[in-house]
Nanobody, 117 residues
Framework: QVELAESGGGLVQRGGSLTLSCAASGSAFSMLVMGWYRQPPGKERELVAR???????DYADFVKGRFTISRDHAKMTAYLQMNSLEPEDTAVYYC???????????WGQGTQVTVSS
């Protein structure tokens, strides 16, 4: 069982920055592919970025060059650095952990990011 605790959401103006954190517990961090998803109001949940245990990364086209995903194995935490935020980035952001041995997905509770114009 993996538990995820997100933090770092909030209200920011257009062009601003936020960093989201996702602390994992309950499993070896090296077994987890960590990801960030978001769900804008009235829309489906979508992948934002993910990072493998070896720190290979994958980004959605709409965040390339603006967002950076990273992970700290010692702290068992994944981060999403978000720069140049736009109102279209307003969403609930969810941390995801895919345990590649168990083939299970785990989700955090979500954190609200609101970008004002």
């Amino acid at each position: 069982q993996v538990e995820l605790a997100e933090s770092g959401g909030g209200l920011v103006q257009r062009g601003g920055s936020l960093t989201l954190s996702c602390a994992a517990s309950g499993s070896a961090f090296s077994m987890l592919v960590m990801g960030w998803y978001r769900q804008p109001p009235g829309k489906e949940r979508e992948l934002v970025a993910r990072i493998t245990p070896g720190s290979s990364t994958d980004y959605a086209d709409f965040v390339k060059g603006r967002f950076t995903i990273s992970r700290d194995h010692a702290k068992m935490t994944a981060y999403l650095q978000m720069n140049s935020l736009e109102p279209e980035d307003t969403a609930v952001y969810y941390c995801n952990a895919f345990h590649f041995a168990e083939r299970n997905d785990y989700w955090g509770q979500g954190t609200q990011v609101t970008v004002s114009s």
